[in-house]
């Protein structure tokens, strides 16, 4: 529980606002919001037979110590039925909130992942996967909680505490403001006493992350801390911040025991005061036995809520936090549904990029700055260039994932304003420098989908990404799940899946990010071949770090600082001396030493 309200809680930003993101959740709900709402008069109902329950359990007792007959059995009949009334309401509330919360975390849920996948690649990159995670699952817990829960109990808990004292005032004016205002009293004097907890406890809970931050690291960063020889310097640490957390928390258990003492003490104090003066008005003939009782079984209604609203304020604040961050899921923007699809034009080149300049949202130098190239049928383009010079920022803006500032990219002749973005990207055959397997089969992995491709044609581009082998080396071949295997694909086979995964979409345009890395230089060229052949009608763009890999490109574009400083083959970049030069002479020298 502290743990969750040190986490969620409202202390970091500002505090966020309850009623709009209730709101939000019930315009989401749609039709299943009604339940919640009966759910909640089924609350007040209750509230409204306490209060009644109280005045009949008085009457009863005043009958009894009357010596009224009729009037206790007529008191018991209404008690019955009181609490008949009682458990079906009960029953009733649970239910309709029960069904008004699947109802409206399947509509939520729907919500969020129906605007997730259609996330610009801008949004979805600037949300850390980890956190949509944490959102998807203990933030859309706090919405439960603060609407299905919290929010209501709040809602009635004040109804039954107003209703008691209206009750409490009626009875009698006097015994209700002391019912009412001693309680408080008290519970603001043990609230002092808990001061100086509180902050112990915090300290406590410190030391114990400390702990934990230590074991952990020493858990993730195990091959780098037996690497290293770190075990007796974090065993140390760890040992000194458990012996911190040991002292902190003993001392806390001292305080808080004693604390527990006076405060168990002190919250009878009410109660004894009520009896003490009630018990004097009855000696008086002011007031009748029953109703002092019903005042004692009242102060509980409003004592206690208003001893714990501010932890409840503060609960329903956190989880108001963890609502926004949700509902602001459903805001993040989304890609653009409109735009055509076309076909090449022979008499056009297959992607044209003029005077292209690009930043990245927050970034303060341009990736791109000032580009212009242009990629014909047939031909194989090459980017080179160092380590940040933008290589991939132009595979981003050419599938449409981001936008230039200005100049404008075209696609078979067309802007990609004009374009569909879904239909864009299926001309293109990527492989980046990321493969995901999904964990299906691995014939299903390079499907993706489409099943008309049959067993001969998945065989094939297997063999040209130099898969072939690999995959029939699996337990069952095409159809071993990759969920068993997921974790001995290595590197470069996951590159070869993705590599004949780019062939069997058959694009017009084959894009190769890094695709070969992991690849030795004799499968890279294979591959290389391999893809030429497979992409003989279509163009490709490939980067790769390895010039070597790159150097039968017609055409190599080599970039720095986002624009092209030279263009041409091979041999012509090589005669020039210039940058290509550099890096290839560099890379050249590497090889020869290794
Ligand atoms: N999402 C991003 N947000 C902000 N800046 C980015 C982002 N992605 C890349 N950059 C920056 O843009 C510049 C170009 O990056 P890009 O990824 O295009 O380089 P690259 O040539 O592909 O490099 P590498 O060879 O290392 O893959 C770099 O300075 C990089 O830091
Ligand atoms: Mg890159």
Same mark, same amino acid.
């Given at each position: 529980?502290a743990?969750?309200?040190v986490?969620?809680?409202p202390a970091?930003?500002p505090?966020p606002?309850v009623f ?30 306490t209060v009644?329950?109280a005045h ?6 005043d009958a009894?110590?009357?010596?009224n007959?009729p ?5 018991v ?12 309401? %009960? ?5 309709m ?24 690649? /801008? ?5 850390h ?7 998807l699952?203990s ?7 603060l609407v299905?829960?919290d929010?209501?109990d ?5 109804v ?5 004292i209206? @009750?409490?005032?009626?009875c009698?004016?006097?015994l209700?403001?002391?019912a ?5 009293a ?8 808990? /001061? ?17 931050e ?10 780098t801390v037996r690497?290293f ?6 065993y140390?640490?760890f040992?000194?911040?458990t ?5 902190l928390?003993?001392r806390?258990?001292?305080i808080?025991?004693a604390?527990?003492a006076v405060?168990?003490?002190?919250s ?6 009520v ?10 003939g ?7 009782m019903?005042f004692?079984?009242?102060m509980?209604?409003v ?16 989880e ?7 509902? +602001?899921?459903l ?6 549904e409109?735009?055509g699809?076309?076909?090449p034009?022979?008499?056009l ?5 003029? +005077? ?7 970034? %303060? ?6 580009l212009?190239?242009a ?5 194989m383009?090459?980017l ?5 010079s ?12 981001y936008?230039?500032?200005?100049g ?6 067309h802007?990609l ?9 299926r ?10 397997l ?7 992995n ?13 065989r094939?581009?297997?063999s040209a990404?130099?898969a072939?082998?690999f ?10 799940p ?7 694909v ?9 590599l004949?995964?780019?062939?069997l979409?058959?694009g ?5 990010d890094?695709?070969?890395s ?15 052949e497979h992409?003989?009608d279509?163009?490709?763009l ?5 010039l ?5 490109a ?9 624009r ?8 012509e970049?090589?005669a020039?001396?210039g940058?290509? @030069?550099?890096l @290839?002479s560099?890379q050249?020298?590497?090889r020869?030493?290794?």
């Amino acid at each position: 529980m502290a743990s969750q309200a040190v986490n969620a809680g409202p202390a970091q930003g500002p505090k966020p606002r309850v009623f709009p993101q209730v709101k939000r959740v019930l315009v989401i709900s749609g039709s299943h919001s009604p339940f919640l709402f009966v759910s909640v008069l089924c609350g007040v109902l209750l509230a409204v037979l306490t209060v009644a329950s109280a005045h009949v359990s008085a009457r009863m007792l005043d009958a009894v110590l009357g010596g009224n007959l009729p009037v206790f059995v007529r008191m018991v009949w209404f008690a019955i039925a009181i609490a008949g009334a009682q458990s079906l309401l %009960t029953a009733g509330k649970r239910f309709m909130s029960g069904k008004f919360w699947q109802g409206a975390s399947f509509n939520l849920r729907h919500a969020l992942s129906s605007r997730l996948s259609r996330a610009t690649a /801008a949004a979805a990159s600037s949300e850390h996967s980890g956190q949509v995670l944490s959102k998807l699952t203990s933030d859309l817990q706090g919405v439960q909680a603060l609407v299905e829960t919290d929010l209501p109990d709040l809602f009635v808990g004040l109804v039954r505490g107003s209703l008691a004292i209206a @009750y409490m005032l009626w009875c009698d004016w006097m015994l209700a403001l002391v019912a009412v205002l001693a309680a408080p009293a008290v519970f603001a004097i043990v609230g002092r006493l808990n /001061a100086p907890v509180m902050g112990l406890s915090q300290k406590t809970q410190e030391a114990l992350g400390d702990a934990n931050e230590v074991a952990t690291e020493s858990l993730v960063g195990a091959e780098t801390v037996r690497a290293f020889g770190l075990q007796d310097r974090l065993y140390g640490s760890f040992v000194r911040h458990t012996d911190r957390w040991l002292s902190l928390s003993l001392r806390t258990g001292r305080i808080q025991g004693a604390i527990t003492a006076v405060g168990f003490g002190a919250s009878f104090t009410p109660f004894i005061l009520v009896l003490g003066i009630g018990g004097f008005m009855v000696l008086q003939g002011r007031l009748g036995f029953g109703s002092v009782m019903a005042f004692l079984e009242l102060m509980n209604h409003v004592a206690f809520p208003m001893r714990d609203l501010p932890r409840i304020m503060n609960q329903i604040s956190g989880e108001a936090a963890s609502a926004e961050r949700v509902l +602001n899921l459903l805001d993040i923007p989304v890609e653009r549904e409109d735009g055509g699809d076309f076909n090449p034009d022979p008499a056009l080149p297959l992607v044209e990029f003029w +005077n292209v300049t690009f930043t990245y949202p927050g970034a %303060t130098a341009p990736a791109l700055a000032g580009l212009s190239f242009a990629l014909n049928k047939g031909e194989m383009v090459a980017l080179a260039g160092a380590s940040g010079s933008g290589k991939t920022s132009v595979i981003r803006l050419l599938l449409g994932d981001y936008a230039p500032d200005s100049g404008e990219i075209r696609v078979f002749g067309h802007p990609l304003s004009e374009w569909s973005p879904k239909a864009l990207r299926r001309h293109f055959s990527c492989v980046d420098q990321s493969t995901y397997l999904f964990p299906f089969s691995v014939a299903e992995n390079l499907r993706l989908g489409r099943d008309e491709i049959g067993d001969e044609e998945l065989r094939e581009a297997a063999s040209a990404a130099q898969a072939a082998e690999f995959i029939e080396s699996l337990p069952k071949g095409y159809e071993t799940p990759l969920g068993e295997v997921g974790n001995r694909v290595s590197g470069g086979e996951r590159q070869r899946l993705s590599l004949a995964r780019a062939i069997l979409r058959r694009g017009d345009i084959l894009i190769l990010d890094e695709a070969t890395s992991a690849l030795d230089y004799r499968s890279e060229r294979q591959v290389i071949e391999g893809l030429r052949e497979h992409f003989s009608d279509a163009a490709a763009l490939v980067i790769a770090h390895r010039l070597s890999s790159v150097q039968y490109a017609d055409r190599i574009l080599v970039l720095s600082e986002g624009r092209v400083v030279e263009e041409g083959p091979h041999d012509e970049l090589m005669a020039l001396r210039g940058k290509y @030069y550099q890096l @290839y002479s560099i890379q050249q020298e590497g090889r020869e030493r290794e």
